[in-house]
């Protein structure tokens, strides 16, 4: 008899519960969370045969609203509850179904694009691959887009440090990012629907902020919304005091510099 995999049990509860803890904070993803700089979505999209979109694991809309605005033909598919009513309220006119990427309620072939917002590492790509395989229309394009923060910028690296890997992770920072999103959100090759080999690009993007309203953009990760409330309080405590320390970000409103970063392929 085979033991079962108890660490790979434990990453997937992890990452089940990290992926389910959104909801919680709905308004505040909202309104803390970046929107997405448009030449990047651009380049993630110029491949595309159409231009029908799906926006997978589309949150509260913060993609959809740049995809709509570009002039693109949008659906938007979202699992949690909370999440999707933010989005239908927030982008009305655009048809934002429930459902996951691992469950897509749209018919074969009826996109020319399926892209996601910093969602796609939460996608199991065993079930998902074949999904999103199935919606894409022949030499449709998959996409993946994350705003990471540029920690290029010497006071962007100390908040990183002393925010810590639960607010500001791997795929936060440009370095890592490519290291992480390299292959890994891909489809597996072989079978009825293959992607040609993935393309990395960045761009350059910014974000209005203050002290407390970046450390209200930080509460909205994952990584700090699972923490217990006087371990996270106490970290976005020490995210603040940095901030009300540095002459970049003491006073007043500042530029978070930050980079949206696109991982693309087409099916071939």
Not at 81 to 96: D, H
Not at 214 to 224: C, D, E, N, P, S
Not at 257 to 266: C, D, F, N
């Amino acid at each position: 008899m085979t033991e079962p995999d108890h660490t790979t049990e434990h990453h997937q509860a992890e990452r089940r519960l990290h992926s389910s803890s959104f909801g919680r904070a709905a308004v505040a993803y909202a309104e803390h969370r970046p929107d997405y700089a448009r030449a990047a979505v651009r380049w993630a999209l110029e491949a595309a045969p159409g231009p029908r979109v799906l926006d997978l694991g589309a949150g509260t809309g913060k993609l959809t609203a740049t995809l709509v605005a570009l002039g693109y033909d949008v659906v938007a598919v979202e699992p949690d509850q909370a999440m999707l009513a933010g989005l239908r309220g927030s982008l009305p006119a655009v048809r934002a179904l429930p459902g996951s990427a691992e469950a897509i309620p749209l018919a074969d072939g009826s996109v020319d694009a399926v892209v996601s917002g910093n969602a796609t590492h939460w996608f199991d790509m065993d079930v998902a691959g074949p999904e999103i395989a199935r919606v894409l229309a022949p030499g449709g394009v998959l996409a993946g887009l994350w705003n990471v923060f540029d920690d290029g910028v010497d006071w962007v690296a100390g908040l990183a440090r002393v925010a810590g890997p639960a607010a500001i992770g791997p795929r936060d920072v440009p370095a890592s990012w490519r290291t992480a999103t390299a292959r890994m959100h891909l489809p597996a090759s072989g079978g009825a629907a293959r992607f040609d080999s993935p393309e990395q690009a960045e761009f350059p993007h910014g974000q209005d902020r203050t002290a407390d309203s970046l450390v209200a953009t930080l509460a909205t990760k994952a990584g700090i919304l699972v923490m217990p409330e006087q371990r996270r309080e106490a970290l976005l405590g020490e995210a603040r005091a940095y901030l009300a320390a540095r002459p970049e970000t003491a006073s007043g409103e500042f530029t978070l510099p930050m980079l949206t970063s696109v991982l693309r392929a087409q099916r071939i």
